[in-house]
């Protein structure tokens, strides 16, 4: 870890953003920033650019030189999803961070911005508002990849939704990709007692005990996840219908194995949940 902020820092330090990076039109706007679209001036190579009052920038602890440093931890755990990455622009994977710049107001992140790419709920919106199963399959298949790998290099994601999920639609067959880790943090297999997040994501366990635990509740999201994707509509919208209400009938025909690995990321018991392991050996999506 301290070699990838060692050489990410350089920069940081001495360079100037508006001499470095050319800013255009904006992409989005969320509790946590803005984004905009922008372009590396050297070579005009397309960047995101994410902007986030320092107020709502949380701090971490990083090694850096040696020394125990205050750290953004969305810049460490991109830095960290990055990590031994054979090829960070595999499906699943999370956008680079190219850059970033730590100003008195504001963090700045620079972040890689594939071509011809929209987010997972404009390309629902291109299909219809939802998708068919097959694609909805392909979709999870890949996202369940990338959180996988992210739990390996120790993050969190903890807001998995179709507007944190990039769709690359340049080739035969679209290539998620994952960004936004403004809701994330460490990943360990301890008990969570803090939760940062889309509230018709929470898991049930968060409501009646003010707990979680990392697989579980990201299995959950993945189950909300993929009900969204075949039906354009959440499964719950309330905190007592995510505690008590069962998973909605799918009215459009689906194929029991789907079913199953539906019912079975969405139980309402942590415990009963499929393992985040096992879900790329059930068989609906071997």
Same mark, same amino acid.
């Given at each position: 870890m301290d070699g990838l902020i060692d050489s990410i820092t350089v920069r940081v330090v001495s360079a100037d953003f508006d001499a470095?990076?050319?800013?255009?039109q904006q992409l989005g706007q969320g509790g946590f920033g803005s984004v905009f679209a922008g372009c590396r001036k050297e070579d005009r190579l397309p960047v995101a650019i994410k902007h986030i009052p320092m107020a709502? *920038?949380?701090?971490?602890?990083?090694t850096v030189e040696g020394r125990l440093t205050d750290f953004p931890l969305e810049v460490s755990l991109m830095l960290r999803a990055a990590e031994d990455r054979p090829d960070p622009g595999a499906p699943g994977t999370v956008v680079l961070l190219l850059d970033w710049f730590q100003l008195d107001q504001e963090l700045i992140l620079v972040q890689e911005r594939p071509s011809a790419c929209v987010d997972l709920l404009s390309y629902m919106d291109s299909k219809g508002g939802r998708l068919q199963e097959q694609d909805a399959k392909m979709i999870l298949h890949q996202v369940v990849e990338g959180i996988q790998g992210l739990h390996s290099r120790g993050v969190l994601h903890r807001d998995i939704k179709p507007e944190n999920l990039l769709v690359e639609t340049g080739s035969g067959t679209p290539r998620v990709r994952v960004?936004?880790?403004g809701c994330g943090c460490r990943h360990n297999s301890g008990v969570y007692s803090e939760f940062s997040g889309t509230a018709?994501?929470?898991p049930p366990e968060w409501f009646t005990l003010q707990s979680y635990r990392a697989d579980p509740m990201t299995v959950?999201?993945?189950? *909300?996840?993929?009900?969204e994707l075949l039906t354009g509509d959440v499964p719950f919208q309330t905190s007592g219908q995510i505690i008590w209400k069962m998973v909605p009938c799918i009215k459009s025909n689906i194929s029991p194995n789907c079913k199953?690995?539906?019912?079975r990321c969405l139980n309402k018991r942590?415990?009963?949940r499929l393992a985040l392991g096992a879900l790329l050996h059930h068989p609906w999506l071997l």
């Open positions: 470095l990076y050319e800013e255009l709502k *920038v949380t701090m971490t602890q990083e960004i936004d880790l018709s994501y929470i959950w999201q993945l189950g *909300v996840l993929l009900y199953d690995f539906l019912k942590a415990g009963g």
